[in-house]
């Protein structure tokens, strides 16, 4: 049987005689493409993706389909990550086609979709590329705030907890329960317990050796690497 949607974005790039525009945005719902910005130049059409619920829980269907026709340039991203959050047992459905057409480009560009634990997701990414399209993209899902959680429980335990992030540029974090050190070396001499929380891939594969190890303290403890 076919599956209900209750939120769909149906965005239409094509080119005209000097740019790229979006010549159509019909939705479902309180999923959308917002209107056309040219930050890039008019060659450039970008559109941001909003739902404005954030959260996507058990039982959601939504659906975006983005269709770019000949010549046209599209930049497509979202205002931030898609939450899915914990479900009582249905899954959440959300499925994505692109179709990019003769000679044209898309950049799809989305922000991470974070998966908390007991979420139920199924999410789909289909690419129809033109023999001569192009295709710049990603579709990155990210495991919950696993680093967030281990903190918020050692503070429970009364415990001191600093960390690093290269990619957070605050001094604190957990409305300054947490204090940030910007350089790796000199977070590591500070630590008495270390957890570690990072994607996999040659950018970290090394980024905690032998050497590093070396430079904790006499009495330093790992609590466990996931990758």
């Not at 149906?10 to 005209?16: A, G």
């Not at 980024?207 to 303290?217: A, V």
Request: hydrophobic share 45%; glycine share 10%.
């Amino acid at each position: 049987t076919a599956v209900d949607i209750i939120a769909a974005s149906l965005p239409y790039f094509k080119r005209d005689a000097s740019r790229t525009v979006l010549a159509d945005r019909r939705f479902l719902g309180p999923l959308r493409a917002q209107k056309a910005l040219y930050p890039e130049g008019p060659e450039i059409c970008q559109a941001i993706l909003v739902h404005p619920p954030a959260g996507i829980v058990g039982g959601d269907r939504l659906a975006i389909a983005i269709d770019v026709d000949a010549r046209a340039h599209a930049q497509i991203t979202t205002p931030g990550a898609a939450k899915w959050y914990r479900s009582a047992g249905v899954d959440a459905v959300a499925s994505t086609k692109l179709a990019v057409g003769s000679g044209s480009v898309l950049e799809w560009l989305p922000q991470e979709s974070l998966l908390f634990d007991g979420a139920r997701a199924a999410i789909t990414l289909r690419i129809d590329l033109a023999a001569d399209a192009r295709f710049v993209g990603w579709d990155i899902v990210g495991l919950g705030r696993i680093g967030r959680t281990v903190a918020t429980r050692a503070l429970a335990m009364e415990m001191k907890v600093v960390g690093f992030d290269p990619f957070f540029s605050g001094e604190n974090a957990l409305d300054g329960k947490v204090k940030l050190v910007r350089d790796f070396d000199e977070f590591l001499s500070q630590i008495d317990v270390i957890t570690f929380h990072v994607p996999g891939g040659d950018a970290t594969k090394h980024l905690l050796n032998r050497e590093r190890l070396g430079r904790m303290k006499p009495t330093a403890k790992n609590s466990g690497f996931r990758c």
